[in-house]
């Protein structure tokens, strides 16, 4: 007997069905990651103030834990028939990440990643450069280092992920 939750196949739109699951993981991937640095951009600009990058990575993507994992049953693997069960098994896959990617945005603020590349693009591609930014502006700049976080972490929760809640038709075929 599987101790995975049994999915129940029912995708957002049966049509999606039809689309290799890797092409589904793709596209929930840029959606997730569009909505997740949304957040955490935003959340950068009104608490930097009170709390490191990392503490602040840390807090949304505890947040986004559901968000995501929603969008995911939706979009890639299917509404589970035990969407807690679903969740929780998923969990350890979120918060592997967020140590992850907390540990990395830590990293990458100590050796002032930001800034070197805010320099790199000035030099090798000036037509970039922005202009005239505020103080405010120019401490909360976190964009390089959560992008690099974000191409991080996003490969090791789609590993983890598909050995979680991709169907096995092994031990499926098992249970029959």
């Known amino acids: 007997m599987s101790t995975q939750p049994h999915i129940n196949c029912s995708v957002i739109h049966r049509s999606l069905n039809n689309i290799n699951l890797q092409v589904r993981f793709g596209v929930y991937g840029t959606l997730s990651s569009a909505l997740f640095m949304l957040m955490y951009n935003a959340a950068v600009y009104r608490l930097d103030a009170y709390y490191v990058p990392s503490t602040i990575y840390a807090g949304v993507y505890a947040v986004f834990i559901p968000i ?96 979680v809640n991709a169907p096995t038709e092994a031990s499926e075929k098992k249970d029959l």
Request: hydrophobic share 45%; net charge negative.
């Open 68 to 163: 995501q994992h929603a969008m995911a049953s939706c979009m890639v693997f299917g509404w589970p028939d035990r969407y807690i069960a679903s969740l929780m098994s998923n969990v350890p896959i979120a918060l592997t990440a967020i140590a992850l990617g907390s540990w990395l945005t830590a990293y990458l603020d100590t050796i002032n990643f930001n800034e070197v590349c805010d320099e790199i693009v000035s030099e090798y591609f000036g037509f970039m450069k922005t202009q005239h930014k505020t103080d405010k502006e120019e401490n909360n700049n976190e964009f390089y280092s959560s992008m690099f976080v974000l191409i991080v972490t996003s490969f090791w929760s789609f590993v983890l992920s598909v050995l």
